[in-house]
């Protein structure tokens, strides 16, 4: 936080989050992108319709999920997450 109560965003490449942990003796098991959807522009309004099918969110949600699984999506998502542990 800073003095006037507001919260620092630090914006790194899914290369320097992994070069900060390994740098602090982290060996990294598996690094995630989340919410990848949201830089593709899938409006909020969109998901607030009730006219979809149970289907349709099912088929999004694997598709998230597929990607958090590729590391060349990495740089899509909105969220890093490293699974680590120190040796």
Request: charged share 30%; hydrophobic share 40%; aromatic share 6%.
């Amino acid at each position: 936080m800073t003095k006037n109560g507001k919260v620092k965003i630090h914006t790194r490449t899914p290369q320097e989050f992994r070069t900060i942990l390994e740098r602090n003796g982290l060996r990294i098991e598996k690094m995630i992108g989340k919410v990848t959807t949201m830089p593709l522009r899938i409006k909020q309004e969109f998901f607030l319709e009730r006219k979809h099918s149970e289907d349709l969110f099912n088929n999004i949600l694997q598709f998230e999920l597929a990607l958090c699984e590729k590391p060349d999506a990495l740089a899509l998502a909105g969220h890093l997450q490293a699974i680590a542990f120190k040796p």
